[in-house]
Every structure is written in C-alpha cells, then in structure tokens.
C-alpha cells in the first residue's frame, strides 16, 4: 500500500470510529516519515475525538512546529486548549489562524468560542461569530456561538433566535438543543424546554453534551426554573441527586463532583444560592475535610457573614496549596479584613494569566479606585468595556473610574450608556445628576433624576440625586437672595427676581421630590437645613404677584407637611 493509500484509509477509518486501526496506521507513516504533517494532523484529530486533548495538544506541538502555519492543525489545538481550561492560550492560538485566514469562518468562529470561554459575553466574540456568519450564512456552529453569547449576556430571546438558526441548520445538533432549552427556561417556557431536552436525551444526547449543561446550570446557581432540566440531566448520566446535601455518601468520585458543584454554585448572585452551596459544602466537608472546592465556599460563606477574619487563614491556605479556585475567596476574605492592597495582589495573579477576565478586572478597578489610584483604575475600567461594554456594571464602573479621575466626559458618556443598558437600575442616573449637576447643568440634572420611574427600586438613592441638585440650586440662588435681602426699600431688579425664581424653583421641585422618593434616607439632612432655609426666604420682601412669592409660599407648605409627617411618624 502506497503512503498516501495509507493515508486515506486512515482517515476514513477515523471517520467511522475506528480509531485502534486508524492510530496504528497513522503510526505507521509517522514512523517512516516524522514529519508527515497529514499525518500528524490527522493523529491529533483522532485523538480529540476520543477527549484525548492532552495527547491531542503534543501530537498538534510537533506539527504546529513542522508548519507554524498550519491553519486546521491551529484551529484543533485552540479546540483542544479550551476543553483542558486553558482558553487563554487557545485565545493566542486562535488568533494566529485569524491572522492567516482572516476571512475563514471556522478561525473566526474558532476565536470567538476561545474568547466566549475567558471573557463571556464578550463584544469581540459577538463581533467574531457575527463575521463568520456573515462569510457563512448556514454556519451553524457560529450561530451556536451566537446564542451562547446571549445567553451568557442574559439576552434570552437573541439566545434563542441564534440557538433555532443552528438547528434550522443542523436539526440533530445536541448542543444547540441544550442552549435553545436554557433560553426558554430562563423565559419561563417550562413545558417547551422540558419537551425539547427530554427528546435531545432519548435521541442523540452526548455525556461531553450532558456535562456541558450540567455545568451550565451549575454556574447559574441552579435556579428554580431549571431545576427540572439539571436533574433530567443528572438521571440521563447516571448520577444521583448532587444538589441534595450528604448525596455524595462517602465515594470519592461523587464528592469531588458535589464539591466542584458547590463551588460552580456561589458564581451566582440568586437569592440563597450561597446558603444552598454551603449546606452542600458542609456535607461533603464531613466526609472529605480536605476538599478544596468545599472549603473555598466554607470561606465564601464566612465572608458573606462578615466573619471575615475567621475565613482569612483558610484563604490564604488554599492559595498556598496552589488552589487557583480559591483566589476569589482569598480577595474576599483580604477585602474584608481590610487588606485592599493584599486582595490586589490576588487578584493580578490571574490577570497576568488572563489580563481579559471580566470578572477579576472589576475587581481590580473596584480595589484601584479604593487605593485612590485613580489613574490605573481608569485604565482598568477602559480595559473591561473594551471588552465587554454592555456587561453588567461595566459602564457604570467605567464612568465613576473617569469620574474619580477627573475625566468629566467620559463619565458623561459612560454614565448615560449605563443608563440605557440598565434601565432598572437607579445608581447610573443619580450618578448622572450628580456628575452634571456638579458642573453647573441643573436643568439637564433635574431632567435625568425626573426620568427614573417611582416603581425602580432605591428611592433613598434618588432622593440623594434630588438634595443634590436642590444643593446647588440654593448656592446658585444664595448670591441672589442676598442681593434681594439688601434692597429692601428699592424694587430688585427684575433679572435678579427671575434669575431667584429660576433657582429657588429647581431647589423646591428636586427638594419636593426627595422627600416623596426617600424621606427617610435625606430626614437628618431635611430637619436641619429645610428650617433656616425657610426662615431666610420669609424675610424678603416680595411683590404678591410675583413667581417668586408662590415659591416661597411653597417652601412654607413643604415644611409644614413635613413637620407633620415627622411628628405623625410618616417622614
């Protein structure tokens, strides 16, 4: 048999699955000829075929250093670099075949899954898989990456719009099935998503496909709506209920599962996530009080109790032992006895393996910013919305970092896009109208406050972002005033009464307004100034008929309602 006969046969053996004769027949031209890089290629192939990725990843080293450029050999060693938790060097990978084929669909989309995995919903691998899309408009495996990048970005109806496109390509796709069914689970269509999953299951379910759902769920903290599918998935490999403390019993196996379940647990932020991954924590800490996945949340759990010195020495002996797991909870439990500069320098032990970590990124901004190294921290924040700018809290930490640093318009810019992306979150907007209130735009402030809805939660934030820009209404008007209180025997001038009234206007209309969005949180404040402040105002003398006169009368009704309400115990 000739060598290339050789060849092809042993890539239609690997085709079929049979591998055993498709791996001696491969060794057999290597044999004669090293660097036969088909060979090789195709070696390798096999071998992530079967999970092998370690084999995989050495066999790809030797023909990746036979032909650098190598474009699939490339594409299979980013592949196999993910599924061993190395996705920042399958990023580094990935890019050098982009950078050969920059128009390739399968390198784009191959970029885009390494990113996905080291920075998730991140706006180049959105950008990436769109591309590929573009180039390949039946590339299933791009829109796949699509809707995994929804979904990680909690965009569940473009979720699922991706996820369909995949399968209109690829019906029998498993997983696209599985991150269709999320969507829907997430968007409350139980009786769909269960449907779906319980066909995938009896069809062609993979356990590399059941695992990745597993994990999936795992890291949502496994919530109420989909509870139903995790189990499905847990029967169809053959598992026990983990979720259920003491599961595990005493198998060695299961309590390395259920302690990496835990841990997977606290990456969520539902309610009583943390309290469920504890208990099963505690559980198999009972039976195995060396696990390390265990003990991280031990100290995670601590911490959120604000027992943060008892979880300090734990941290720090997890981080000795070279758990890399445990440098959330060692930040934590730094952060929490005080120690800014030592959770810093956690933190940046993984930056500098993955400088694109969201996550760690805003860590590292929140600990700059706390540190007054505001230059850095700004960098910091810039480097996160490069990355991901409609991730949650990224432009809102960018615009307080450029705040803080002095970088008044970029906190405009970053602030008002916080606003858009968060339209449920009141911080951004009273940012706002404080940032421009500040700089002397009151009338913009005063519009940004009155557009946040009375139904969003954090009235007591409001009303701050209120008694701000009342603050400097009345220091705009003192001078005014003043000028009014002295020319008691002459008529002001008209520009002077205006140019109060506009003032004293605003302050009244934002006062009003933080007392009906938060008296409780301003009530010290209100009970000191709004008095004195009524006092001045009812000395001036002032035409009747004037503006002027009704916002002082105003001001009079204010106090009285509130000194009501306080007395009555409504304020």
Not at 143 to 162: L, P, Q, T
Not at 360 to 365: G, K, P, S, W
Not at 435 to 445: K, P, Q
Not at 449 to 462: Q, Y
Request: hydrophobic share 45%; glycine share 8%.
């Amino acid at each position: 048999m000739t060598e290339s006969n050789e060849l092809r046969q042993a890539e239609l053996l690997a085709d079929m699955g049979r591998h055993d004769e498709a791996d001696r027949l491969f060794a057999g031209v290597l044999a004669r000829e090293p660097d036969n890089e088909d060979a090789l290629f195709g070696f390798a192939r096999g071998l992530a075929l079967r999970k092998r990725h370690d084999e995989a990843t050495d066999v790809l080293e030797r023909l990746l250093s036979v032909d650098p450029g190598h474009v699939d050999g490339l594409i299979q060693m980013s592949v196999s670099l993910c599924r061993l938790d190395r996705p920042r060097e399958a990023v580094a990978v990935a890019r050098r075949a982009v950078g050969l084929r920059p128009d390739s669909p399968a390198c784009l989309v191959t970029l885009a899954e390494a990113l996905r995995e080291v920075t998730l919903a991140s706006a180049e691998a959105l950008t990436l898989a769109e591309r590929a899309i573009e180039l390949d408009p039946d590339n299933a495996r791009a829109f796949e990456a699509v809707g995994k990048i929804h979904f990680d970005a909690e965009r569940y109806s473009e979720a699922e719009r991706a996820q369909r496109e995949a399968l209109r390509i690829e019906p029998g796709n498993w997983y696209a099935v599985m991150h269709l069914a999320l969507a829907m689970a997430a968007m409350g269509r139980f009786g769909e998503s269960r449907e779906m999953v319980r066909t995938a299951l009896r069809v062609n379910a993979t356990p590399d496909g059941i695992d990745t759902a597993l994990r999936r769920i795992e890291i949502l903290g496994i919530p109420d709506q989909f509870a139903e599918l995790y189990q499905m998935a847990l029967t169809a490999r053959g598992l026990p209920d983990l979720t259920r403390p003491g599961a595990a019993g005493a198998d060695p196996e299961l309590l390395a599962y259920q302690g990496r379940l835990a841990y997977r647990m606290t990456m969520a932020h539902g309610p009583g996530v943390l309290r469920r991954a504890g208990e099963i924590a505690d559980a198999v800490l009972a039976a195995d009080p060396g696990n390390p996945d265990a003990r991280c949340v031990r100290v995670l759990a601590l911490c959120d109790a604000g027992r943060d010195s008892e979880a300090l020495p734990i941290a720090n002996k997890l981080l000795a032992e070279g758990h890399k797991p445990a440098r959330k909870a060692a930040m934590l439990a730094r952060a929490g006895t005080h120690d800014i500069a030592g959770a810093l320098e956690v933190c940046r032990m993984t930056l500098a393996e993955n400088p694109d970590d969201l996550e760690y990124l805003r860590v590292q901004t929140n600990c700059l910013r706390a540190l007054r190294k505001h230059d850095e921290a700004l960098a910091s924040a810039r480097h996160l919305a490069r990355l991901a700018p409609h991730g949650p809290d990224v432009q809102l930490g960018l615009g307080v970092a450029a705040k803080e640093a002095g970088e008044a318009a970029l906190a405009e810019q970053a602030l008002r896009a916080a606003m858009a992306d968060q339209p449920r979150n009141v911080e951004p907007g009273v940012r706002l109208t404080m940032l421009l209130a500040e700089a002397g735009r009151c009338e913009e402030a005063e519009a940004v406050i009155a557009s946040i809805p009375p139904d969003i939660p954090g009235a007591d934030e409001v009303a701050e972002g209120c008694l701000v820009v009342a603050g400097v209404a009345i220091t705009e008007a003192a001078p005014l005033l003043g000028k009014l209180h002295r020319r008691r025997r002459k008529a002001p001038a008209d520009d002077v009464i205006a140019n109060c009234e506009y003032w004293l206007g605003m302050a009244l209309r934002n006062w009003t307004m933080a007392i009906d969005r938060g008296a409780g949180r301003i009530a010290a404040r209100t009970d000191k100034e709004l008095p004195k402040l009524v006092s001045q105002l009812r000395k001036l003398t002032v035409p009747p008929e004037a503006e002027l006169a009704t916002i002082v009368k105003g001001f009079g009704a204010l106090l009285e309602d509130w000194t009501r309400s306080r007395a009555t115990g409504d304020g």
